[in-house]
């Protein structure tokens, strides 16, 4: 199973639908399960530094194969790789990347927000991820 440029653009479109939703323009990349960028979007008004920020959030999702959140618990001061954050180009730590896999557990890629609040990034990619994870066989 691999994630197809269809299946891509689905999540984008989800993404940006509940953006315009709650009224906030985001930039949201689409990374193949090497982290390798498969699609993006900028919307209109979206804030040029966050274009680095989406792509990163995913990134950071699918090469440690986790959602970007949950790498805090690992670099946070006293824990075990505090720190690594700063590595792979600078790792993102809080909300907006989340990791995708298939059916069977395999990892296919990530989707990273970036534009808003932290917790409008985390409802607009969910909403972006959620479009995978329903979206037909044939999507993915």
């Given at each position: 199973m691999k994630l197809t440029s269809e299946a891509a653009e689905t999540m984008i479109a989800a993404a940006v639908a509940k953006a315009s939703e709650i009224?906030?323009?985001?930039?949201?990349?689409?990374l193949d399960s090497g982290a390798h960028l498969k699609a993006f979007r900028r919307?209109?008004?979206?804030?040029?530094?966050?274009?680095?920020?989406?792509?990163?959030?995913?990134?950071?999702?699918?090469?440690?194969?986790?959602?970007?959140?949950e790498i805090w618990e690992f670099v946070k001061p006293g824990a075990p790789?505090?720190?690594?954050?700063?590595?792979?180009?600078?790792?993102?730590?809080?909300?907006?990347?989340?990791?995708?896999?298939?059916?069977?557990?395999?990892?296919?890629?990530?989707?990273?927000v970036s534009g808003g609040t932290v917790p409008q990034d985390g409802e607009i990619v969910a909403a972006g991820s959620q479009a995978f994870s329903t979206s037909s066989p044939s999507l993915h």
């Open positions: 009224g906030v323009a985001v930039n949201v990349a689409v919307m209109d008004g979206a804030a040029l530094g966050a274009v680095d920020l989406a792509i990163r959030k995913a990134r950071t999702a699918a090469l440690f194969q986790m959602n970007s959140e790789a505090e720190g690594m954050q700063f590595s792979n180009g600078v790792l993102i730590t809080f909300a907006g990347g989340v990791l995708l896999k298939g059916e069977d557990g395999e990892i296919l890629g990530a989707i990273g």
